[in-house]
């Protein structure tokens, strides 16, 4: 399985913030949190069918349990990190092709920081963050029905989730032992380009390593 990371490349994301009884402001932000049935820029479609499995199992294990919990930015595998934890996410739901969901920013370390952002008129973005297959159908790359999202994080600049998984992700793969935890593996041709560092000069390993990440 891969790990699959999807900027959603909309302007609908919103901030309420409420004032509280004792003067302290509540954040939340509310907008399309994912799209289905669309080629997206990183040339993946998401077919409707599979992203409502996908949302309904996340819906009931994660948000109906308050679990559903979200990073600032996107770390480097599948699993969160509680200590980078930002935001817990409290819905999420189908309105046609797009799933709109909202988030309610937490008063972690993280989270402060997005509060800082949010204040002083920073845009942010969401992103999805999950495990699956993918199966090329022509120009494009069709996510399969093992697709499990692991999260939806808060990120700032769409260009990072995208040349981090277009990069470096695609090229590791991940196993998972049924109860949600996953163990990085390295791909056979990764494992090939290393192995083989002591054979060439150093102008043959980078034209080797470049081969290799053009195929990603």
């Keep these: 399985m891969k790990l699959i990371t999807e900027y959603t490349e909309n302007d609908t994301l919103q901030c309420i913030i409420e004032k509280k009884a004792d003067g302290e402001k509540n954040y939340v932000i509310e907008g399309v949190f994912a799209q289905t049935d669309k080629k997206n820029r990183n040339g993946r479609v998401y077919p409707k069918p599979i992203m409502e499995k996908a949302i309904g199992k996340y819906d009931k294990e994660q948000i109906q349990k308050n679990r559903a919990v979200g990073e600032l930015n996107h770390p480097e595998g599948p699993t969160v990190n509680l200590d980078k934890v930002s935001h817990r996410i409290t819905e999420m739901k189908f309105q046609g ?34 495990m699956g297959s993918l199966e090329r159908q022509n120009d ?14 808060i990120v700032q600049d769409p260009s990072a989730p995208n040349a981090f998984v277009n990069g470096i992700m695609e090229g590791v793969s991940w196993e998972s032992d049924g109860h949600g935890h996953f163990t990085q593996t390295i791909e056979e041709g990764e494992t090939e380009v290393k192995e083989s560092k002591e054979c060439f000069s150093e102008e043959q390993q980078s034209a080797g390593f470049e081969h290799f990440l053009s195929k990603l």
């Design 97 to 130: 092709n797009d799933v709109v969901g909202k988030a309610q920013i937490l008063d972690t370390p993280m989270g402060k920081i997005v509060k800082g952002l949010l204040d002083g008129g920073v845009q942010l973005g969401v992103s999805t963050r999950g």
């Design 140 to 153: 494009t790359m069709v996510v399969k029905d093992d697709f499990i999202l692991s999260t939806v994080d």
